[in-house]
Structure formats: structure tokens, C-alpha cells
């Protein structure tokens, strides 16, 4: 379910995206969260915190509630306001999660929430956070979180296959740059990958093998 259990009615003050959006939107989030657990003990931390990681990715997308669905469900590629509309919804999901009760997941998930779309390069946003600046669970949630979309078909492009999407976030492209992510992250995932394509197909088995 879509960011279940965490919805409250303030966020139906705007239109959000249609039924099938969300229902991409939430295998997608399912897939970072287990795609970030994976890869957090691949680099060596402890079981706990991995499971913790997991959990707080799932919701790495919640700002998107408070983005129109005029953006959100447009197909084809956004002009410029609605690139920066886009923009804030790490901010719009960071002031969500922290509206709440605060509990370590949560307090974690607000973190990532926020800077997910941060770059270890400075070329991310919201704020342009670089390196050691942006928090080590944050670096792990953007490397998978950019996996997993290069994966899936959006209504902008068409999915690519896992071979390819490694070779994209190793190598880089028009839009993705090896500098983006912490190198530590990237040679893990990279050391990794053939479990990090098991994961993702285990959550998208209507995803053709490749």
C-alpha cells in the first residue's frame, strides 16, 4: 500500500497522483527499502541498523503527496516549473515524517526523506549537500533509489535491463555520473549486484529478466 500506515488527511488537501501512479510509486518504495537493507549490510553494518535502513527507505518517497498530479502523472519530460515543483517534495517529505511522533525509524526516514535526491558530487537537491555532508543511510537510499528507477518503465522513458542499469550507474550517461554516489556505496553495489538484481526481481516479477 502507498506510504501506509502513514497518510493523514492533510494530504489529501492536494490532488495526488492517479491509482496507477501510486501503485508504481509503492512497489517502488518497497523495493528501495529492501534494495537499502541489502546493500547497507553489504557494506558491513550491523543487522539492526540494516533492518532500520530498510524500513525508513520505504517512505523515501512520501513528499510526492504534496505534489500535484499535473506533475507527478504528466508523461513526457517536465519544463522547468515543474522541475523545480518536483524539487521540494524531499522538503514537503521531510516536514511530513517530522509531524509525526518521533521514533528512530521515523527520525531516520526524515533524514532520507530529505536528502535522497543529494549527490556526493553537490549536484543533487535540494540543497546541493555533498560528501561526508549528507548522512551515510541517505547515500545508501540514492544509489538504490536511482537503480531501481533506471528498472521501471515511467511514463518519461522506457525501463532498462539490469546489466544496463549497472552500466549506468557505473559508468554514467546523459543524466547519471559515477561522481553522484559515495564511492564506497558504489563499489559495494557493484561487488554486489547480482543480489542487488535478485532483490529487484523478487519485487517487480512482472519485470522481464535481463
Do not use: W
Amino acid at each position: 500500500m502507498f506510504l501506509n500506515p502513514i497518510i493523514t488527511a492533510d494530504a489529501q488537501a492536494v490532488p495526488i497522483m492517479d491509482a496507477a501512479s501510486r501503485l508504481r510509486v509503492g512497489k517502488h518504495q518497497c523495493s528501495v527499502g529492501a534494495l537499502s537493507k541489502v546493500l547497507a549490510a553489504a557494506l558491513g553494518l550491523d543487522e539492526a541498523h540494516c533492518r532500520l535502513i530498510g524500513k525508513a527507505a520505504v517512505l523515501h518517497d512520501v513528499g510526492k503527496l504534496y505534489v500535484s498530479a499535473l506533475v507527478n502523472d504528466k508523461c513526457g519530460p517536465h519544463d522547468l516549473n515543474e522541475i523545480l515543483a518536483m524539487h521540494q517534495h524531499p522538503i514537503f517529505g521531510h516536514a511530513h515524517l517530522c509531524a509525526f511522533k518521533q521514533t528512530p525509524m521515523l527520525k531516520l526516514a526524515a533524514v532520507i526523506a530529505l536528502q535522497h535526491h543529494e549527490k556526493f558530487d553537490g549536484t543533487g537537491y535540494p540543497f546541493g549537500l555533498s560528501g561526508d555532508t549528507i548522512a551515510p543511510e541517505s547515500r545508501i537510499v540514492s544509489i538504490c533509489d536511482v537503480y531501481d528507477a533506471l528498472r521501471e518503465d515511467r511514463l518519461y522513458r522506457t525501463k532498462i535491463g539490469h546489466n544496463a542499469a549497472m552500466q549506468v550507474i557505473t559508468c554514467g550517461d546523459d543524466r547519471t555520473k559515477p561522481s553522484m554516489f559515495d564511492p564506497a556505496v558504489l563499489n559495494a553495489m557493484a561487488k554486489n549486484h547480482e543480489q542487488i538484481r535478485a532483490v529487484f526481481d523478487s519485487h517487480h516479477p512482472d519485470v522481464e529478466a535481463t
